[in-house]
């Protein structure tokens, strides 16, 4: 049987709004537990929220970046259930009238499709607070820090067919929601949860599936690997004349499984209904064009300049113009070298891999722009070869000091002194001489592989410093002789 | 003339200049407190040492030639008001171990203005009822009659000012709260227009039904109350910015060509016909002093029951929601789980009638029932704004009794909710609508008073206290004295 798989997202970014969006608590990360959890955000009794307008203002931001319809009036409503992380028994939501109503996001693939993905709406609300079940003795342990966070949830259609498909939005979304500066995009922190909704059905079949959904994902990599696990069982009971009940459903990274959370008999009645403590919100046109021309630019808008402006490629303009922090960083490096195609080459070959390899990200690489665009200066103007280059960048890793110290203390400089270089490759061809000679007497073609040799033993003698277009040059004149 | 027999204005006038000290005022209350509230239960704490604390503290500055312009003049607060450090119980056992740690803006307005704080009065649990009788603290008697209820919800408010036991108190009004409790223990009360007070640190029942208001012995010290507990507040979004009105200015005014709007709904063939007479005679006093009578209709009042207690409810269920047993008030012996927390704390810490709503507005805004029920109520409730705005456009003021009843038996309707919800069938409405309207004690029958509601237009408030002030000038109702609260 052919089966086809139906995704659509629903995505919660916080907003990095100072304050909380109904109370002025910080939104800081990591302060001790319940520091910034102010009567509103614990619900004392006669407390009342009041809106945060930042919170608002990068609502309409996001809908901008997508081309959505910014609804002029939207109103805020209660959610209602009970649970202890959530202090009032409601969370204040927008249900009926969001602030961002219906736009488009482009994602792109691997092989160079592209594909439109819809967004049904997005809206204000709150966060909720963080239980905590270790170190309370089989208790529980309430940290209202994060209460009153706020958020905007952004709702696709189900409009993705495939895992890849689904982790493209969802890394497009990172880039626009970073790059508008509405969100510091810390996966690791939960400033942005993917909820995946994942159902199949066979292939020609016009009617949906039924979904289930699986919450809370927060790393592009879990959503990959709960999408596909999802399928498969879905998949596997069909096949085996089973039916999917719709559920909620947990994935487990550790262990690569998800379980159910509940199905949609034991659902919550919300008992939505609007929050009488908040007024609708307006927004007029004029506050809607002044944050359009405050709009920063946009990842596809970047991408196209830096194809432009410094003559990358596709491939590499995406790598580098995805992420805000990548882009900037790639600029100024671009600054201090000057050669656009060497700092792309750097950037995406030799940091990416070092990043990846200890799980950083651009903002903590060890390695500052204006060193790295140190090391490419000193690269061009031959003081160090590219292999030498590569040291270099190692020790600026390790803390060892600016690429120039590095070069310095280590004596790493090339060398390039032509008698110097004359009397090593004149000293290398006498200590070789039935290699030389063969050389001599061998082909064209025989030469080219005997070359390397020399060029080798040169190398070893210089540790590695020697220009390698002067010892080229002086091996070449020097065998021929 | 005793201290208690003082308005709040000749309490505020004395001892600014000096006639008595604010801990002679105050300690006279807190003596007939003691000596009388046994019977009345109109308090649940009476905060003496602050009480005290404070009363020196304004006779300092009154020494300093300083102090707000209340300074000195002992009230009480009724205890939906949070108030820092002190227990904040709404009656209910949920709370009777919550200490506030914030005050609501009423308390630090009215504090700020220099008031010396009694004590808390009883209501019902969170303003729920019509009676006092709901309250955890067990039932307020009416001082004209102690086997009669006050009304309600504030009923401790109205009973301790009656009774003199406070010249002046704080009181919410959600259906009718201030107004039923006012006619049925003698006293002035009146209810603002919806967003003119701050409901911050007020214990939410329907958000957006539930105003703050004064209760007083008279019109002109509802309006010298009034005045400081008004003005906008940054904390509560539905509070009102724009400029406060003076109250006290127009007072005096004539009410010559005043026109008064009587609605027929006011007035219904089964109302008690003694009630509806001293109505008229009171209105009549008004048209003496040169008003116009009209009548009018207000056609969709009818319906103001039944709606309300689809809105109040609904809002309630939500507004409760957050006491759960988790962070404050009641907690339930030796939970097994957090269902079982939930589940028994809340059982346990609200009373009936509080839960008896709860569940009402849970239905209501249950899935597959919001669109026939809240959803329809919130039509109706614009159905009644608009027949107010139209009434409004030929009267000033809209007047008739302010309940359908004298104040009846303890016990008479407590097993009865529905002839207890219609006990404020004439001040439902004016929440709905969200305009400001008062009740004032408008003659006696059978040795019981009798409220007359008088409801402006919006931010009116001083147009209805110019009238009913011009009608107290000219009558003696609102001075008369339950025959219990003799001398101590």
Known sequence: MQWETVIGLEVHVQLNTQTKIFSGSSTQVGAEANSQASLIDLGMPGTLPVLNREAVNKAILFGLAINADINRHSAFERKNYFYPDLPKGYQTTQLEHPIVGAGIVEIELADGRKKNVRIHHAHLEEDAGKSLHEDFHGMS???????????????????????EEAVAFARKLHS??????????????GSLRFDVNVSVRLKG????????????????????????????????????????????????????????????????????????????????????????????????????????QYSLSSYDADMLAGDLNMANYFEAVVTQANDAKLAANWVTGELAARLNASDLNIQNSPVSATDLGQIIVRLKDDTISSKIAKQVLEACWNGEGSPDQVIEAKGLKQMSDSGELEKIVDQLIADNATQAQAYRDADENKRKKMFGFFVGQAMKATQGKANPQQINALLEKKLTQ | MSL???????????????????????????????????????????TEERALQQADAADQARQKNQGGVLNGVPIAHKDIFCTRGIRTSCASRMLDNFISPYDATVVDKLGNAGIVTLGKTNMDEFAMGSSNETSFYGPVKNPWDLERVPGGSSGGSAAAVAARLAPAATGTDTGGSIRQPAALCGITG?????????????????????????????????????????????KDSTCLNRAVDNYLSDLDNDINGLTIG?????????????????????????????????????????????????????????????????????????????????????????????????????????HGYYDAYYLKAQKVRRLIRDDFA??????????????????FGLGAKKDDPITMYMADVFTIAVNLAGLPALSMPGGFIDGLPVGVQLIGNYFREGQILNAAHRFQLATDWHTQAPTFAGDI
């Open chain 1, 141 to 163: 342990g309430i940290d209202l820090n994060r209460a009153g966070t706020p958020l905007i949830e952004i709702v696709s259609e189900p409009d993705l067919s495939t895992s």
């Open chain 1, 176 to 189: 626009i929601v970073t790059s508008i500066g509405i969100c510091d995009g810390e996966m690791s922190q």
């Open chain 1, 205 to 308: 079949e016009e009617k949906l599936g039924t979904r289930t959904e699986t919450k809370n994902l927060n790393s592009f990599k879990f959503m990959e690997r709960a999408i596909a696990l999802e399928v498969e069982r879905q998949i596997d009971v069909l096949e085996d004349g089973g039916t999917i009940t719709q559920e909620t459903r947990l994935f487990d990274a550790d262990t690569n499984t998800a379980r159910a959370m509940r199905s949609k008999e034991d659902a919550n009645d919300y008992r939505y209904f609007p929050c009488p403590d908040l007024l609708p919100v307006n927004v007029s046109e004029a506050e809607i064009e002044a944050l359009r021309d405050a709009l920063p630019e946009l990842p596809d808008t970047r991408k196209a300049r830096f194809i432009e």
């Open chain 2, 4 to 46: 208690h027999d003082k308005s709040l204005t000749q309490l505020r006038d004395g001892i600014q200049q000096g006639d008595f000290s604010s801990r002679e005022v105050t300690e006279h209350f807190l003596a007939r407190i003691k000596k009388h509230d046994a019977q009345l239960n109109s308090f649940i704490s009476v």
């Open chain 2, 190 to 234: 009146l209810k603002p227009t919806y967003g003119t007070v701050s409901r911050w640190g007020m214990i939410a029942f329907a958000s957006s039904l539930d105003q703050a208001g004064p209760m007083a012995r008279s019109a002109e010290d509802c309006a010298l109350l009034l005045q400081n507990m008004v003005g906008h507040d940054e």
């Open chain 2, 262 to 366: 009587l609605p027929e709904e006011f007035f219904p063939a089964d109302l008690n016909g003694n009630i509806a007479d001293v109505t008229r005679k009171a209105i009549a006093e008004l048209e003496k002093q040169g008003a116009k009578v009209v009548s009018i209709s207000l056609p969709s009042v009818k319906l103001s029951v039944p709606t309300y207690y689809v809105i109040a409810p609904a809002e309630a269920s939500s507004n409760l929601s957050r006491f759960d047993g988790v962070r404050y008030g009641y907690r339930c012996e030796d939970p097994s789980d957090l269902m079982d927390l939930y589940k028994r704390s809340r059982s346990e810490g609200f009373g009936d009638e509080v839960k008896r709503r709860i569940l009402v507005g849970t239905y209501a805004l249950s």
């Open chain 2, 390 to 407: 139209r009434a409004f456009e030929k009267v000033d003021v809209i007047a008739g009794p302010t309940s359908p009843e004298l104040a």
